[in-house]
């Protein structure tokens, strides 16, 4: 079973275009948050979606992979680990601050063409054998 003490798996969609750096070792970092929705039925019968926003960060070639192939909207699968970080902010308080580190993901958008339905994640998953961690 590997590694399960700290392990997250989600599937969702981009809720906005991921945020690029590049820090002082010249290590590449992607931002990027997503939505997964979760359905239940009320008192009355009706459906009703709860979507939960997770904050996720990629490092080294993942990021590399992200800037080319990710933009608002896409439904990625993320494999990763939870990191909390604390700061202090500038009116002396102390914030915590949880992320999801990606170690592994697949995208899974489908574009139609011509009437057909396509997978658009085979470059992705190329890529991505390259980049895990």
Known sequence: MGNIRNQV???????RDPEFREISSGRKMARFSLATNDYYYGDQGEKIAETQWHQ?????????????????GSELVVDGK???????DKEGNRRSYTEVVVLEMALMDRKASSGETTRDS???EESEEQASV
């Open 56 to 72: 996720l960060v990629a490092w080294g070639k993942l990021a590399e992979v992200s800037e080319r192939l990710l933009h608002k």
């Open 82 to 88: 939870l990191n909390t970080r604390s700061y202090t």
């Open 9 to 15: 798996r989600l599937i969702g969609n981009l809720g």
């Open 122 to 124: 085979e470059e992705f």
